[in-house]
């Protein structure tokens, strides 16, 4: 999450009524911290659009305010007193009158009792600051303790879960829709009963390009040859492991596209000819792929009127600076190249 994602909640938010309001969200440091960015929040509401919604653990109420925008009612739980006393405020600010707030505990009786029949339940459980590995074991409220406790009030579900969690790390039947926001992920989002569309699913904001899975669960197997052109795919459809569901959506307009491994956190779909899908956040043509000699590479860009170098390798922040300065030495050119590092062979890039 960054400022820029939250910046929308402190500079007036656009709700689907298209209404306009000018108020700021009223917050602390730890709602600022956990709040849901604005486009996140949007689709959210948008797919979870129903008559009545419960959002369970609903903070300071940044969900919830798009929540009321999409639904008739909605009914919003929170433990932490001071935490609803803000979200109170903000529906009030930007003129909400269709939530009801609860205060207390979401799994004790005398919440549940003050609940009527609802559409569907939306939990964003708590979960460690820090975890060695994220375990969905360790949300709270639990996953199955929220089912449990709510199956007299629904049966649709929809939970936040931390996405650096696989597929194969959710031990539910449900399906796993990892959102990517702006090229980064972002959130998984997990759906129980009727909200099922599929097994797992991706999807890219603002776009709102989706890719859902078709085909059994695979690995794409890697080439050794990058071909003319590359792409970098959304975070969203690696985290889903859709990769060859995507590689074979774009078969039809190259039959050649393949898997490219540069590094531990980057890789590219790569082809010999051009290709189009919105699920692909970069595309590149391929320059050279050269020696990692920094003054060897100067040449060729100063050859070729370059004056920009984006450097895209894992290198330690106190070396970047010092090895982009000496990529872009008396570079005056117009043209930006992107340099990507694999096993000390270095590939010039190109947006197109």
Not at 57 to 67: K, L, P, R
Not at 221 to 230: M, V
Request: charged fraction near 30%; include cysteine; proline fraction near 6%.
């Amino acid at each position: 999450m960054t400022l820029n994602h939250l910046r929308p909640l402190f500079s007036g938010i656009r709700l689907p009524r298209k209404k306009r309001f000018g108020h700021n969200i009223v917050s602390d440091r730890d709602g600022v911290r956990f709040a849901t960015p604005e486009d996140v929040a949007r689709y959210r509401a948008a797919r979870l659009k129903c008559s009545t919604i419960a959002d369970i653990s609903c903070g300071v109420g940044g969900q919830t305010i798009y929540f009321a925008s999409e639904c008739d009612m909605v009914y919003a739980v929170e433990i932490d007193a001071k935490k609803i006393s803000y979200a109170k405020k903000n529906c009030k600010l930007l003129g909400i009158d269709n939530v009801e707030f609860i205060c207390g505990d979401a799994l004790s009786p005398e919440v549940i009792r003050q609940l009527p029949e609802l559409d569907i339940v939306f939990s964003d459980p708590a979960r460690p600051a820090s975890e060695n590995m994220r375990d969905i074991g360790n949300l709270r409220p639990a996953i199955p303790e929220v089912i449990a406790s709510y199956s007299s009030k629904s049966s649709d579900f929809a939970f936040e879960a931390p996405p650096q969690l696989t597929p194969d790390r959710i031990p539910f039947e449900c399906e796993k829709e990892y959102l990517s926001l702006d090229g980064k992920i972002n959130r998984l989002n997990l759906y129980f009963g009727s909200l099922i569309k599929c097994d797992t699913s991706a999807v890219a904001l603002p776009s709102h390009a989706r890719i859902e899975s078709a085909l059994d669960a695979q690995d794409l197997e890697p080439s050794e040859k990058l071909a003319y052109y590359a792409y970098e795919p959304e975070e969203s459809v690696e985290r889903a492991g859709l990769l060859l569901q995507l590689a074979h959506d774009l078969e039809k307009q190259a039959p050649d596209i393949s898997l490219f491994l540069i590094d531990r956190k980057r890789l590219f779909l790569t082809s010999e000819v051009p290709v189009n899908h919105p699920m692909l956040k970069n595309k590149y043509k391929v320059l050279s792929v050269q020696d990692f000699d920094t003054a060897n590479i100067n040449g060729f860009l100063k050859k070729n009127g370059f004056g920009t170098v984006i450097l895209r390798a894992a290198v330690e922040p106190k070396e970047y600076w010092d090895i982009r300065n000496r990529l872009e030495d008396n570079l005056s050119g117009d043209r930006k190249a992107h340099l990507f590092l694999k096993d000390r062979k270095a590939i010039l890039c190109e947006i197109i």
